[in-house]
């Protein structure tokens, strides 16, 4: 089994940043992708940002250049730089990790979610 625990969101003013973490644990052999999503009320979930084991890294139009996406292997953590915030980054951000375990077997595991508020 593996669980992953997200930190870092809150309450900000446009403008300011914050920093998300994704700390993965359990029966983990190898953590192959890690992504970021997002999801608003009575909305569906949206991608934000991903970053495959090997380092390359896909955002959505909406927070390039805004948002750096990046991970530590060494930690299974991956981490979601958020700069240059707006009202419409606010949302629920939830991290997921397509995780292999020590039985060899490969599975997509979710974050509980952490509330991100952009608000003056």
């Known amino acids: 089994q593996v669980q992953l625990v997200e930190s870092g969101g809150g309450l900000v003013q446009p403008g300011g940043s914050l920093r998300l973490s994704c700390a993965a644990s359990?029966?983990?052999?190898?953590?192959?992708?890690m992504g970021w999503y997002r999801q608003v009320p009575g909305k569906e979930r949206e991608l934000v940002a991903t970053i495959a084991g090997g380092g390359s890294t896909n955002y959505a139009d909406s927070v390039k250049g805004r948002f750096t996406i990046s991970r530590d292997n060494f930690k299974n953590t991956g981490y979601l730089q958020m700069n240059s915030l707006k009202p419409e980054d606010t949302a629920v951000y939830s991290c997921n990790a397509i995780v292999t375990t020590v039985a060899r077997s490969t599975t997509s595991y979710w974050g509980q979610g952490t509330q991100v508020t952009v608000s003056s």
């Open positions: 359990g029966s983990i052999f190898r953590i192959n992708t």
